[in-house]
């Protein structure tokens, strides 16, 4: 069975790490350590590994990928990282929906549809939320934001980095 992301890193002194995620699974995994867990991030987000390290997204190695490959690899993907970036001049519901207006998929509506529905459960007026500035927002309103803009791009893996 394929794996959606498998990755190894040797290390020179200690045990090794190992993750595996079988596709359509939820993990969590705890890394040993804050550079463990960079390293990780970085090499998924990149679709690159170092000389240490192998990693396999969505059943395809890395190592060798032609820059092309990459690319389609990486469309595949998404990456949620403590470093949440919005547009400071677009609000909520902008930076939400911009990636999918831009590309054309999903549609508007599919958009407010995942809008509603995740917020919903996190908060108590989902459309006062999405009508906020970035600044007008706490950070965890800000991951809520950038959380959902991860699921509307609907990725085939998502990596959420949860420096806690």
Known sequence: M?????????QPHGPGLALAVAPGEVSRAHLPDPLSRARFVAAVAKARCDRDEELELLGEPVRGLSSD?????????????????????LNAWENISLPATYHGNPSTQRVAE????VLGAFVEDPAA???RLPEQLGPLQRRLVAFVRLLVSGPELAVVDNAD
Do not use: F
């Open 2 to 10: 394929t794996s959606a992301l498998r990755y190894t890193r040797k």
């Open 69 to 89: 490959a990459r690319a389609r690899l990486l469309r595949r993907i998404g990456v949620l990282s403590p470093a949440v970036t919005l547009i400071t001049s």
């Open 129 to 131: 939320l999405l009508a």
């Open 114 to 117: 995942i809008s509603q529905e």
